[in-house]
């Protein structure tokens, strides 16, 4: 089945039209990016926190802990905190590097 006759008649193909639906859940998740990167610019300058913007689409972060300077890679748009699986969002983030 081509990919013009699934998008034709979704209910036939291999997953019942389920990649429709999730590639429009795609888009949605990632146009909030950009309100989740400000928010997350808002939060860092709001405790002076110094940070760096490694990718405008993503929302990969760099900052750094104050007390022993350790790197911290987040991603605003998932809230990921690199090697922090039970942690996510900004405000843990900041927990984190004010410690």
């Excluded at 429709?20 to 990632?30: D, N, P, S, T």
Aim: net charge positive; charged share 35%; aromatic share 12%.
């Amino acid at each position: 089945m081509t990919k013009a006759e699934r998008e034709a008649d979704p209910g036939e193909s291999f997953d019942g039209g389920y990649h429709l639906y999730a590639k429009e859940k795609h888009k949605e998740r990632v146009a909030k990016n950009s309100e989740r990167i400000d928010y997350a610019i808002k939060q860092f300058e709001l405790n002076n926190i110094e940070f760096t913007l490694k990718n405008e689409q993503s929302g990969h972060f760099h900052c750094r802990r104050k007390s022993d300077d350790k790197l911290f890679q987040f991603w605003a748009g998932t809230g990921k905190i690199l090697g922090y699986d039970r942690l996510r969002g900004i405000h843990s983030l900041i927990k984190l590097l004010l410690r």
